[in-house]
C-alpha cells in the first residue's frame, strides 16, 4: 500500500510539473491573453503547488514509524520477520513529530536468532512521557530481515513468548544462565524472598557481574528456608539485590536449593 500511495504521489507530481513546463514552454499563456509573463504564472500554476504539496504529505504520513503509530503494527515488511534482541546504544530525535510526539532514531546492537550480532537502528514516535525509558543498555526485541540488517523495527506484535524465547537464547549463549534454570523459572513455584548476604567475586563474563546471594525464602504456606545463589547481573541490576531488598524466586519442590531470582530485564 505504502509503494502504491508513494508511487501516486510520484507519478502526480511528474505529470503537474510536465504539464506547467508545456504550458510555459509552448507560450499558451501568451496566445490567451497577449501577456508574454502569463506563459509561467496563472492557473496552471495549481497543478504543481498542490502536487508538491500531496508529494510531501504522502510520503510523510507513509514512514514506516508513522504507520506504526496509528496502527500500532510493524510495517508490513516486518511484521512477520524474526525476532531478535536488540540493545540500545543511542537514541536521538529526528526533527519529526506527530501530535506532539517527537520521532526517535533508535541505534541498536542487535542479536540475531543464531547468534549472529550487527549494528543497525530503528525509527518510532514515542510519546513524551515514555522517551526517558529509552536510554542505553535497554534490551528491547525487534523485528529484522537478515538480507537487510542496517534498518529493524521494534516489535509491536505484543507477542511476548516469542521475545522472551529469543532473550532466552541470548542468555545461554552468553553463559549467564542455563536450560535448567529457565525450566525452574517456567514451572517453579513463585515465592517472595529477603536478600541477607552478598558478595561480589569480581569475576565479569560478557559485561555481567557475578554475584552470591543468601536467601531468606518464604514458602506459599508461610514457613521458610534459607539457601545462597549464584547470578551473573548487568551492572545495573546489582542495586535490585541488595542486603534487605525483597525479591521473587522460582524453586521445584523437590530441590529447594535450586533457585531461579526472577528480575525485569530492563530493571
Sequence with gaps: MKKIVRTGAVVFLGGSVG???????????????????LSWVGPQMIWPIAAISLFVV?????????VAAFTGRNSAAFRHAAVGIGTVQSVRQ????????PEVRIDLGVECA?????????????PLTELALLRPGVVLPVRYLPDRTDKVEIDRSGDMSTAQEALNRSMIRQGVTTAGKLDIAARGIPAQAVVHALSVPGEIRNGNSK?????????????TFTTRVEKF???????????????????????????????????
Design 58 to 66: 504522502c510520503f510523510a504520513v507513509t514512514g514506516d514509524s508513522v
Design 94 to 101: 529526528t526533527g519529526m513529530t506527530l501530535n506532539d510526539q
Design 211 to 223: 554475584v552470591e546471594l543468601g536467601l531468606s525464602v518464604t514458602r506459599p504456606d508461610g514457613t
Design 114 to 126: 543464531d547468534g549472529k550480532i550487527f549494528d543497525s537502528h530503528a525509527e518510532m514516535i514515542v
Design 233 to 267: 547481573l548487568p551492572p545495573r541490576s546489582v542495586g535490585h539485590v541488595q542486603v534487605g531488598r525483597v525479591v521473587t524466586v522460582h524453586y521445584l519442590p523437590g530441590n529447594e536449593q535450586e533457585i531461579v531470582i526472577a528480575l525485569p530485564a530492563n530493571v
Design 19 to 37: 504539464y506547467y513546463l508545456w504550458h510555459g514552454l509552448g507560450n499558451r499563456g501568451r496566445t490567451d491573453y497577449g501577456i508574454d509573463a
